[in-house]
């Protein structure tokens, strides 16, 4: 349903440590997710994404893992900066190659120097 | 520069007046979005278009109409009929081509009813 009056979980981390953030999606006939940040104003950036016959992926300084059993995703930051701050957002496209794109609550990561 | 275009970045609007929101990609993307945004909440789907002529009701699309003429361009129009129209509007694209690609994103207007 929608998630109108929920507000987004928040994660504090001290700079130089690792970022877990988590998502849960609903649709298990999704076969490609992505990974969002959203700086305070702007629109969401592509951060990288995952097709559902991977269970990991890596990037520069992330990593996102796949759980099809649990319908679970997750983003791993290493090494946070300040520069990271911001609010997460995982998406999901369902089914078929073309269909609707749909995200996840998100979660506000502050980074602490 | 290619990109996504979205204007205006801050709109006002009267109560029960109609507005409508521009955007624009020159990406050649095929597939096109609108989602909603309240403030310290996630984005929600109004509409999307695959196609050109073409497009679908998203999880809150009471109150929004869209239209999707050209392949570059496709309008939001919040109507009267849409009880809380205040938020931020976010327009995305992706190409959709030969399977499911990430989404690019427009910088976002933020219409508030005055």
């Known amino acids: 349903g929608e998630s109108v009056g929920l507000h987004l979980p928040t994660l504090s981390v001290q700079e130089g440590d690792n970022s877990i953030i988590n998502c849960a999606y609903s649709?298990?006939?999704?076969?490609?997710f992505i990974w969002y940040k959203q700086e305070s104003g702007k629109g969401p950036q592509f951060i990288i994404d995952?097709?559902?016959?991977?269970d990991k992926r890596q990037g520069q300084r992330v990593t996102v893992l796949l759980n099809k059993t649990v319908k679970h995703l997750s983003l791993q930051i290493a090494a946070t900066q300040p520069g990271d701050s911001a609010v997460y957002f995982c998406?999901?496209?369902?089914?078929?190659?073309?269909?609707?794109?749909?995200f996840g609550q998100g979660t506000i990561l502050t980074v602490h120097p | 520069d290619g990109g996504i275009t979205q204007s205006p970045k801050y709109l006002f609007r009267k109560e029960g007046q109609n507005v409508t929101l521009s955007c624009e990609q020159n990406?050649?993307?095929?597939?096109m979005y609108w989602y909603r945004q309240d403030p310290g909440q996630g984005l929600r789907l109004i509409y999307y278009?695959?196609?050109?002529?073409?497009?679908q009701k998203g999880d809150i699309a009471e109150g929004y109409s869209v239209s999707r003429e050209k392949k570059e361009s496709f309008p939001l129009t919040v109507t009267s009929a849409q009880k809380n129209p205040t938020a931020f509007y976010l327009c995305?694209?992706?190409?959709?081509?030969?399977?499911?690609?990430?989404?690019?994103f427009g910088q976002g207007t933020r219409l508030t009813v005055v």
């Open positions: 995952i097709r559902s016959n991977m």
């Open positions: 278009s695959q196609i050109v002529n073409d497009f």
């Open positions: 990406l050649n993307h095929d597939a």
């Open positions: 995305a694209s992706s190409i959709q081509r030969q399977g499911p690609t990430e989404a690019f």
């Open positions: 998406a999901e496209l369902g089914g078929t190659s073309y269909g609707k794109l749909t």
């Open positions: 649709n298990s006939a999704s076969d490609y």
